[in-house]
T-cell receptor, first 116, second 113 residues
Framework: NAGVTQTPKFRVLKTGQSMTLLCAQDMNHEYMYWYRQDPGMGLRLIHYSVGEGTTAKGEVPDGYNVSRLKKQNFLLGLESAAPSQTSVYFC???????????????FGDGTRLSIL | GEDVEQSLFLSVREGDSSVINCTYTDSSSTYLYWYKQEPGAGLQLLTYIFSNMDMKQDQRLTVLLNKKDKHLSLRIADTQTGDSAIYFCAERGRSGNTGKLIFGQGTTLQVKP
């Protein structure tokens, strides 16, 4: 019962390098989200997707891009990493909110990213 | 805009009750959630409450919602050392059909033996 799986778990980058974080879910969820967690600031939404082939900006989208080519995968890209992007990144997924029903978000274990 | 506020730290003795508080600004919130984060792990859903409820109890957990004051609390009875973690309050805001959540900063609960 994997749930939400994030790879890699840890990564150290140099300023200016690029990388892609992968999120995979096996629950057939329509919605997927990328957050960053910084001390004292809770979780802030970077980008999200309400279905395959769709993406939208969250609260802090600058410096990141995303793609949702397959329903089960949501990729987060950093084209030119900056020290300000040092953070813990969490992916989450949920069923759609049809009819206003409660469909809580399920989280992965996070990717710890350091930019030197 | 939408905002969720929590105090950052709470320390209790094992066996005591813990009360973690949260305030929010969005009066149109439909669901409010409590998540728990243990060190090095992701967020685990603890419980949630629908906005037309005042209270919800689930074993050692009691959630109280005061819609008038936009105040949410989580009470943990008989707190154990295994309850030490960061607790996040979150609300499903005025975001249409996207399921987006607004999170508080998280409250670190320290349980002393």
């Amino acid at each position: 019962n994997a749930g939400v799986t994030q790879t890699p778990k840890f990564r150290v980058l140099k300023t200016g390098q690029s990388m892609t974080l992968l999120c995979a879910q096996d629950m057939n969820h329509e919605y997927m989200y990328w957050y960053r967690q910084d001390p004292g600031m809770g979780l802030r939404l970077i980008h999200y997707s309400v279905g395959e082939g769709t993406t939208a900006k969250g609260e802090v989208p600058d410096g990141y891009n995303v793609s949702r080519l397959k329903k089960q995968n949501f990729l987060l890209g950093l084209e030119s990493a900056a020290p300000s992007q040092t953070s813990v990144y969490f992916c989450a997924s949920s069923y759609s909110q049809a009819g206003g029903s409660n469909q809580p978000q399920h989280f992965g274990d996070g990717t710890r990213l350091s930019i030197l | 805009g939408e905002d969720v506020e929590q105090s950052l730290f709470l320390s209790v003795r094992e066996g005591d009750s813990s009360v973690i508080n949260c305030t929010y600004t969005d009066s149109s919130s439909t669901y409010l959630y409590w998540y728990k984060q243990e060190p090095g792990a992701g967020l685990q859903l603890l419980t949630y409450i629908f906005s037309n409820m005042d209270m919800k109890q689930d074993q050692r957990l009691t959630v109280l919602l005061n819609k008038k004051d936009k105040h949410l609390s989580l009470r943990i009875a008989d707190t154990q050392t295994g309850d030490s973690a960061i607790y996040f309050c979150a609300e499903r805001g005025r975001s249409g059909n996207t399921g987006k959540l607004i999170f508080g900063q998280g409250t670190t609960l320290q349980v002393k033996p």
